[in-house]
């Protein structure tokens, strides 16, 4: 099988990441320019068409993550594009949760496909958020890796907030605040 | 949609340039002076430089409406790449166009407009970038023309020959932007590409007494 550290893939000076969505309709976009089709032998997304006409802005460098390591990072997307506008205004939208990942592939000197695509980095998708910066807008999907919620702190303090957010209007939690100078021995 | 071709005969230009536009990222130079370079777009895309001289009235509304129709980059065009000087015509260069059999014109004293270079290529998929050629009609191809194809769903787009191949292939340059069947007329004698202006505040100069102005224009291949 091969690998992404093989001394020849290492002479291929050309190379490109390529970013699949797993929504519904899956969004499908590379950093190369015009098209790219992958092979029908991708282990993950076999035959995928991907886009490099200007949506996806820039990938953010991902770290190899071991021993539970987690990281959350940013991709940026075209703000003028109908598909990233509708991760951040259609309330249909299905961005929240979906899988993103994160595949580099070698070109040779003809730019045709010479390595398998390396699917190295696998998030999911939190919060889409939109931002301007003069004449710029852009779209920015968060995308958190597998084990971010475990590399939260342990601790979380449960607020009248948090209760509200699932139980609106239940008054349980209210008084929280009040009781945290006490301890209860038991 | 149907795009608008830049009317290149309207307004010829004084300077013209054509190149291709890579990205690429550098590892810095050794202290042996060596540098290594790894290109990271896919092939790369089509940039075009465009110059010309607004010597009219007429040149200068002419300019003014194209460059407004534009609509800021946001409305591709066809710019034409002049191939009267470079094209594989059989006798070196274009001809004026085809008169009747018996040698007459039509009335104004115009001809029939024809292709004078006839190539077609076989079926090609995606982002190839080896086309077998048929040449019906042509000069010697050396390497170095352009041509254009019109494709299916994603207009019309220019491509290069890079080399010419003894076992009657061509390499071409940018990868095809779609797949292609088998005998895909390949446009020589008016090649085009679709571009979008990348810089429209800026294309026309101030117009300067007697009233004259320029034309700058900058171009960028186009989806």
Redesign the interface.
Known sequence: MASLYDTTLGEL?????LIHIATATPCRY????????LPGDDELDPSG?Y????VLTEVPAFRQLVGGAAEQVNVTFSGVDTIPKSWVHDPMSDIVGAIMTVGIVF?DE???IASPVFWIWPGTIDVPSLSRNGNVKSVALTVGSELLDRARAALVMWTNADHQTTHSGDRFFERTAINNPFSEKW | MTLDVFPQELLWPNSLRWFPSRVTDSGGMTEGGLERLAVKDGGGKWGCEYAAPLLTVETIKLARSLISRMRGGSVPILVPFYNAAEGPYPLGAPSDGVPFSDGSSFSDGSLFAADLISISAAAAALRATTLTIDITVSGDLIGGEVFSIVHTTRDEHAYLIDAVNEDGTVDIWPPLREAIPDGTPLNFDTPKCKMIITNPSDAMGAVTPPYLSSLSMTFREAW
């Open positions: 000076h050309r190379f490109a990441a590379w950093t190369g320019d015009g098209y790219i089709a068409q886009e490099g006409i200007g070109l003809r730019e045709q």
